[in-house]
């Protein structure tokens, strides 16, 4: 079965400040990874996936992501924090041998703050 | 259209009422997804389909959900006599033929009282 952690359920970082978002997955084959940004009252927006490929993954709003397997983390960073960065963001894996399915198991989320 | 819409965006129901829950996919798309999000949690699946075949529901909490997908488009999501534990915010996601990115819609956000 395949499983997401997120450390930290809430993450405050100073506007200008490096942001960095935990996630480790647990998967019995090579999983496809995302990182998902949920605004309020608003429904999830991808920022950023791994399928295949290089482990260095780019996404919107400046956002990247590694995949280190080795780890089994796929930690989401940005150099330079926005206030409009603030969001809850969503770390999710998906099997991509799951027949033609590829339901997301979702963390259970981190919710950053970004102080002026 | 434009992207995934839900209908309503809020809806308030008292225990034992039934509801129902709309999904308006992204035009075109194959595979529709629903998702529970609980407060505090990250969402979790529901069911799948394709086109119209509802081919796993295993993520259905009880027999008082139900799901549709009649003409392979709009989905409806039903749940009969609501209790506390179903207040949440129920996403709907689609996703094109081949695979790939799921879209979500905005949710609705279902309170029991």
């Known amino acids: 079965a395949q499983s997401v952690t997120q450390l930290g359920s809430h993450v405050s970082v100073s506007e200008g400040a490096l942001v960095l978002l935990r996630c480790n997955y647990s998967?019995?084959?090579?999983?496809?990874l995302f990182w998902y940004v949920q605004y309020p009252n608003q429904g999830l927006q991808l920022l950023l996936k791994?399928?295949?490929?290089?482990?260095l993954v780019k996404g919107i709003n400046g956002f990247e992501a590694e995949f280190k397997k080795s780890e089994t983390s796929f930690h989401l960073t940005k150099p330079s924090a926005h206030m409009s960065d603030a969001a809850e963001y969503f770390c999710?894996?998906?099997?991509?041998?799951?027949?033609?399915?590829?339901?997301?198991?979702f963390g259970k989320g981190t919710k950053l703050s970004v102080k002026p | 259209g434009a992207g995934v819409s839900q209908s309503p965006r809020y809806k308030v129901a008292k225990r034992g009422q039934d509801v129902a829950l709309r999904c308006d996919p992204i035009?075109?798309?194959?595979?529709l997804f629903w998702y529970q999000q609980a407060l505090g949690q990250g969402p979790e699946f529901l069911t799948y389909?394709?086109?119209?075949?509802?081919?796993?529901k295993s993520g259905l909490p009880s027999d008082r959900f139900f799901a549709e997908r009649p003409e392979g488009s709009v989905s409806t999501l039903k749940i009969q006599r609501t209790q506390q534990e179903d207040s949440a915010v129920y996403l709907c996601?689609?996703?094109?033929?081949?695979?790939?990115?799921?879209?979500f819609g905005p949710g609705t956000r279902l309170t029991v009282l």
């Open positions: 035009s075109g798309h194959v595979s």
């Open positions: 791994y399928t295949t490929g290089a482990t």
């Open positions: 389909f394709q086109n119209e075949a509802q081919l796993d």
């Open positions: 996601a689609s996703r094109p033929v081949g695979g790939g990115t799921q879209y």
């Open positions: 998967s019995s084959v090579p999983p496809y």
């Open positions: 999710a894996v998906s099997d991509p041998s799951g027949g033609s399915q590829g339901n997301l198991i």
